[in-house]
C-alpha cells in the first residue's frame, strides 16, 4: 500500500520528467502558457501534502481493522465460538456424531448408544459431566463446541462431507478422577450437599458431586419432573456451583486474614479469654457452638477452637470498608472466574451497615453466603501460596483416534495473598485439624492436612450445616477439597469425615 | 455431485478473489496504458467467475426457487456487462476501475442478499438498476455545468431543510428519527444530504480560505450536525463532524484548523453529554457498554454484536460456504451486519480481501483528488474519499467490536435503497471529475506537444 501512495505522489510530475523550463525559440503566449502550467502544478503539489498525510492515516485506520480482525480470529475465536449461546454449535451438531467424554484415567463417562446419549456410570457424575438435550449442563454443554466438531482425518473427513455421512466428534477429556470422584459420592451417601476436589496448583477439578442427584440417563423424566411447577424439585442445581450456603466457621479464616491486615501488630499478641457462654457484642449476644467456654487464646487457638466470641471480638475492631474490599478481592459479590454456569457468593455489610450485624457476620452467621467452589477456591489460594487459580474440568481434546487437539493450561486469576500471610495462616489451619476441631477426624493420618471446620445453623437454629475446606498436606499442598453437608444433624454425615476419606483415597492413588 | 461442487466452489471463489484484490491494488502500480487496461479487463472475468460460482451455489442448495435464481442471474449479468462496457464507451474518460469496483460491490450484495431473502436482493436490484440509470447522466451534467461551485450557501440551507424535514414528516425507525416517508418509499434524508454537505464545504472553500469564509462554513456545517444530534442520528453527526474537519484541513491546508476542531469536537460532545445526558445519550451508553463487554448480556443488548461475532468466528478463515452458514440469525443481517454474514459464508481471508476492495476504491478517490487540479474539484473528491472510507471503517469496525457499533451500512454492499442511491450518487460524481480533469490533462498534454514541436522546428531552423 505505501508503494501506490509513493507513484501517486510522483504522478503529476513523471510525465515531463527531465523537462527542465526552456523558452528559447517560443512566442510570448506560448511562454505564458508553460510558466503558467508549470505554476499550477506546483501550487497543486502543495495542496497534495495534506491529503497525502490523511491516506496514510487512513491505511493505518484499515491496517488496524484488519490486524483486529485477524487477531480476534487467531486468540479470541475459539472461546468465543464455543459460547453455548452460539446457535451454529446445534447445526455443527447435526453434522456430527457427538463425540464422547472420558475422565483423566480413562473411564469413559459419556457415549452414545445408537441415537441416544448414555452415562455408563449413572448418577454418579450427574452434575457435572450434565447432559445433553434440553437446555444441555455441565462438561455437555461447556464442551458441547468441541463435541460437535471432528478433527478426523481430513480426507476421511472430506469424504464423509461429499457422501453427506457425519463425522465422528472429537473426544473430551476432562480432569475429573474417577477415584476420587466414586470415593466423594459414596462418603456423602445418603446425606445431601455438594464435594468439591480440586489441584490448587493448577485449579483442575478432580471430582464434584451435587446431591441430591439425577440419573442423566432419564433426563426426560427429571427434566419433566424439576420443571413441574407444582413440585419443587432442585435436583438439576449443581450445588457445588451454584448452591449458596451460609459459610460458617469456614469464613473464619478471612475474618482472620483481614485482621492481619488491618491490624499487622496487634494480631500477634492477640488473645481473648473466653470466660463466659455468653457475651455481649455490639449489643448483640454471642455463645459458641454447643455453648463451649475455651477460656484463655491466641489468634491461632482461636480459629482452631472456631471460637464464636473470639470472632465477634475481632469483628468489632475492623474497618468494614476495608473488610469489604478483602473479601472482595476474594471474589465475593463477584462473578467467578469459572467455564460453567456458578452464583456470586454475597457479603452485604459496608461502612453504612448497622454495627449489630458486624459480630455475627464475622464468624461466619448473618446473611453471608457462599458456593462450595468458591470456598474451594479460597482454600486453594492458601495452598497455592497466594495465588489464586481458575478452576477448569477440561483438561484436553482428542479426536476420536486418541490424537491431542487442544490442551487446555491452567490459568491463574490473580495474586490474592502475600507469602508471609499464607505462611501464618498455614499453621493455624494445621492446627484446626491437629488440636482443634477437626483432631478426632484426622487421627492418624500419614499426611499433614489442614483446614477448616464449620457448622451454620439454619431453620432458625433446628439444622445444621456441616463444613469442610482444607488440604492435604501443609508441605506440599496438592489437593483440596470443599465440602458440604445439609442437615448434617439428621444424617450424621459429617463434612471432616467425608474429607477424611478423600485425602485417604488420594494418598492411596500416590502410591 | 451438487455437494461436491458447492465445497470445491467455495475455495475457487476465495481465490478467484485474491485475485481480484491483488489486481486492485497492483493496476495503481501499473504504468503503462495497455497493461493496465489488460488488468482491469481480468478483473471483469474474475467478477464474473465468482459471480457465476455463487449463483451456480445458490441455484444447486435451492432446488425449489432454482428457475427464478437462473432468471435473476440472467439480468445481473446482463446489466452488470452493459453497465460495464457501455459506461466506459460514453465516458472514455471514467475510471474503469471504479466501474469494476462498483459492479463487484453490488453484485456481492446481491448474491448474499438472494442468499438471506430473496424478495430483498430483487428490490434492491430494481432500486441499484434504476439508480444506474438515473446516475449515468451526473459526469455529462458536471462536464457540462462547471458553475456548480458558485452555490456554496444554498447547498448549506438546502442541506440544512432537508436534514429538518424530519422533524415534520419524519418516521422513527432503529431508535432514531432520522427517515422520511413520501410515496410510500421510506428514504433517510442524512444519506442525501451528506453529498450537498460535501458539495457545500467544497464550494465555500474554493471561494476563499480566510477566517471569515471558514467561521461561515463552521457555522452551516454545525447546525447539519446539531441537526443530526437532535434526531439522534450519532452515527451520522459523526460522519459529518469527520468529512468536515478534514475537507477544513484539505481545503485550507492549515493543520491549526485540524487541531482546533477536534479539540472543539471533544469539547461540544463533553458539553453535550453534561446537558442532555438522559435524553441523547442513552443509547449511546448502552452501545458503548455493549462494545466494552457484549458477554455480560448476551440475549439482550450485547445480542446483535455477539451473534455477528459467532458468525464471523465460526465461519473460520474459508468460510462455512455460501447457504451453509447461519448468517440469518444475525439481527438486520442484510444491512448493517452483511459484512458478518458475507465473512461467515464466504470466510474472513475474503472477508479481509473486501476491505483491500473498499480500500482500494478509497485510493482511486484519492488519485482522482490528487490529479484534479481545481480547487473545487479536488476538495470535493477528498470529502468523498473520506467519507466512503469512513463509513465503510464504522460499518466494518463496528459489526466486529473494533468499535462501538454506530449501525451503519457498507456503500453498495449492504440493503437500503437510500443508502445504495446515495453511494451510486457519490460514486458518480467522483466518474464526473475524473472525466473533467482526464479531458483537461488531455487538452493541457497537447498544447504542451505543440509547443514541443514548434520548439523542436524553431531549433531546426
Known amino acids: ?187 456423602l451417601g445418603g446425606a445431601d450437599g455438594a464435594v468439591v476436589v480440586m489441584e490448587p496448583d493448577t485449579g483442575k477439578i478432580l471430582a464434584m458431586v451435587s446431591k441430591p442427584d439425577f440419573n442423566p440417563n432419564d433426563i426426560d423424566e427429571v427434566w419433566k419432573e424439576a420443571n413441574d411447577e407444582e413440585n419443587d424439585s432442585s435436583v438439576l442445581l449443581n450445588r457445588a456451583t451454584q448452591g449458596l450456603y451460609p459459610p460458617g466457621s469456614t469464613f473464619k479464616v478471612l475474618t482472620t486474614l483481614s485482621f492481619m491486615r488491618q491490624k499487622p501488630l496487634k494480631y500477634k499478641k492477640y488473645h481473648y479469654d473466653c470466660a463466659s457462654e455468653e457475651e455481649i457484642f455490639n449489643g448483640v449476644s454471642v455463645h459458641c457452638y454447643g455453648r463451649h467456654v475455651h477460656g484463655e487464646e491466641d489468634l491461632s487457638e482461636a480459629l482452631s477452637n472456631s471460637c464464636n466470641q473470639a470472632f465477634a471480638d475481632i469483628g468489632v475492631q475492623l474497618n468494614v470498608d476495608k473488610w469489604r474490599d478483602t473479601l472482595e478481592s476474594f471474589l465475593f459479590n463477584k462473578s467467578l472466574p469459572y467455564m460453567d454456569a456458578s452464583a456470586e457468593s454475597k457479603f452485604y455489610l459496608d461502612g453504612k451497615s448497622d454495627k449489630g450485624y458486624i459480630p455475627q457476620t464475622a464468624f461466619g452467621q448473618g446473611d453471608t453466603l457462599i458456593t462450595p467452589l468458591h470456598n474451594a477456591m479460597i482454600m486453594s489460594t492458601i495452598a497455592n501460596g497466594g495465588l489464586m487459580m481458575k478452576p477448569y474440568f477440561i483438561d484436553s481434546i482428542e479426536n476420536y483416534k486418541g490424537t491431542r487437539i487442544k490442551k487446555f493450561s491452567p490459568d491463574s486469576y490473580d495474586t490474592l495473598m502475600t507469602a508471609e500471610e499464607v505462611d501464618t495462616i498455614i499453621p493455624y489451619l494445621r492446627k484446626v485439624v491437629t488440636e482443634g476441631t477437626a483432631a478426632d477426624y484426622f487421627a492418624g493420618a500419614s499426611y499433614e492436612a489442614a483446614g477448616k471446620t464449620g457448622t451454620a445453623e439454619y431453620a432458625n437454629g433446628d439444622h445444621d450445616y456441616s463444613w469442610f475446606v482444607g488440604f492435604n498436606d501443609v508441605d506440599n499442598p496438592e489437593v483440596v477439597v470443599s465440602v458440604l453437608v445439609e442437615e448434617s444433624d439428621v444424617n450424621g454425615v459429617k463434612a471432616a469425615a467425608v474429607a477424611r476419606s478423600l485425602f485417604d483415597q488420594y494418598d492411596h492413588l500416590k502410591d | 455431485m451438487a455437494n461436491i461442487i458447492i465445497n470445491v466452489s467455495k475455495y475457487i471463489i476465495l481465490i478467484l478473489m485474491v485475485l481480484y484484490t491483488v489486481s486492485c491494488l497492483a493496476v495503481f502500480r501499473e504504468e503503462d496504458e495497455r497493461a493496465r487496461d489488460g488488468r482491469l479487463n481480468k478483473q471483469i472475468v474474475y467478477v464474473f467467475l465468482m459471480h457465476f460460482l455463487c449463483y451456480l451455489t445458490l441455484a444447486l442448495s435451492n432446488p425449489d426457487s432454482m428457475k427464478e435464481i437462473v432468471l435473476f442471474y440472467g439480468v445481473q449479468i446482463f446489466v452488470a456487462t452493459i453497465y460495464m462496457y457501455l459506461y466506459h464507451f460514453i465516458y472514455p474518460d471514467s475510471s474503469r476501475l471504479i466501474t469494476n469496483n462498483m459492479s463487484f460491490l453490488l453484485l456481492i450484495g446481491y448474491t448474499m442478499l438472494t442468499r438471506l431473502d430473496f424478495d430483498l436482493a430483487k428490490k434492491q436490484f430494481v432500486i441499484a438498476t434504476a439508480s444506474l440509470v438515473l446516475v449515468s447522466v451526473i459526469p455529462w451534467i458536471m462536464d457540462r455545468y462547471k458553475n456548480m461551485r458558485n452555490y456554496g450557501i444554498a447547498y448549506g440551507i438546502l442541506g440544512i431543510a432537508a436534514l429538518s424535514s424530519v422533524f415534520v414528516i419524519g418516521v422513527e425507525q432503529y431508535g432514531s428519527r432520522n427517515w422520511i416517508r413520501f410515496f410510500g418509499i421510506t428514504i433517510q434524508p442524512s444519506e442525501l444530504v451528506k453529498i450537498l454537505f460535501v458539495f457545500f464545504i467544497a464550494s465555500m472553500l474554493s471561494k476563499g480560505r480566510n477566517l471569515r469564509q471558514v467561521a461561515v462554513t463552521t457555522l452551516f456545517a454545525g447546525v447539519h450536525m446539531a441537526v443530526l444530534v437532535l434526531e439522534k442520528d450519532l452515527g451520522g453527526a459523526l460522519i459529518f463532524f469527520v468529512i468536515f474537519i478534514f475537507m477544513i484541513y484539505v481545503g485550507t491546508g492549515k493543520i491549526r484548523y485540524l487541531i482546533v476542531y477536534i479539540a472543539g469536537g471533544f469539547a461540544m460532545a463533553g458539553l453535550a453529554f453534561v446537558l442532555f445526558k438522559d435524553r441523547l445519550f442513552d443509547h449511546v451508553m448502552v452501545r458503548v457498554n455493549v462494545w466494552k463487554d457484549p458477554w455480560a448480556d448476551i440475549s439482550g443488548d450485547g445480542y446483535q454484536i455477539t451473534q455477528s461475532l459467532f458468525a464471523i468466528g465460526s465461519g473460520g478463515y474459508f468460510g462455512s460456504g455460501l447457504t451453509k452458514g447461519s448468517p440469518q440469525v444475525i439481527p438486520v443481517s442484510e444491512s448493517d451486519f452483511i459484512f458478518s454474514a458475507i465473512s461467515e459464508e464466504f470466510g474472513v481471508l475474503f472477508a ?110
Open chain 1, 1 to 187: 500500500m505505501k508503494k501506490n501512495d509513493k507513484t501517486l505522489k510522483k504522478a503529476p510530475s513523471k510525465k515531463r520528467k527531465g523537462k527542465e523550463p526552456d523558452y528559447a525559440g517560443l512566442t510570448p503566449d506560448q511562454q505564458a502558457f508553460l510558466e503558467r502550467e508549470d505554476k499550477i502544478d506546483k501550487i497543486n503539489e502543495k495542496l497534495n501534502q495534506p491529503i497525502l498525510g490523511i491516506t496514510y492515516l487512513c491505511a493505518f485506520l484499515i491496517i488496524g481493522l484488519m490486524a483486529y480482525i485477524v487477531h480476534f480470529m487467531v486468540t479470541e475465536k475459539d472461546q468465543v465460538i464455543a459460547n453455548a449461546a452460539n446457535s451454529r454449535l446445534d447445526k455443527y451438531a447435526a453434522e456430527v456424531i457427538r463425540g464422547e467424554i472420558v475422565t483423566s484415567d480413562g473411564k469413559t463417562v459419556a457415549e452414545n448408544d445408537g441415537e441416544k446419549r448414555y452415562y455408563p456410570y449413572d448418577n454418579l457424575f450427574a452434575h457435572v459431566v450434565g447432559y445433553s438435550e434440553y437446555t444441555k449442563a455441565g462438561i455437555e454443554l461447556v464442551g458441547n463446541y468441541y463435541l460437535s466438531e471432528s478433527h478426523a482425518n481430513i480426507i476421511e473427513r472430506f469424504i464423509n462431507t461429499l457422501r453427506e455421512e457425519k463425522n465422528e466428534g472429537d473426544t473430551v477429556v476432562s480432569t475429573l478422577n474417577y477415584k476420587m470422584q466414586r470415593t466423594a459420592y459414596d462418603a
Open chain 2, 352 to 461: 479481509l480481501a473486501l476491505i483491500l476492495v473498499c480500500f482500494s476504491c478509497f485510493i482511486c478517490f484519492i488519485s482522482i483528488a490528487m490529479k484534479v487540479r481545481n480547487r473545487f474539484y479536488k476538495t470535493m473528491a477528498f470529502g468523498f474519499a473520506i467519507c466512503y472510507l469512513f463509513q465503510t471503517f464504522l460499518s466494518i469496525g463496528g459489526v466486529t467490536k473494533f468499535i462501538p457499533s454506530t449501525g451503519v451500512t457498507i456503500p453498495l454492499v449492504s440493503y437500503g435503497g437510500s443508502s445504495v442511491l446515495s453511494s451510486l450518487v457519490m460514486f458518480s460524481i467522483m466518474q464526473g471529475i475524473s472525466t473533467i480533469e482526464n479531458k483537461e490533462a488531455r487538452k493541457i498534454e497537447e498544447e504542451r506537444q505543440n509547443i514541443e514541436e514548434s520548439a523542436v522546428k524553431e531549433k531546426k531552423r
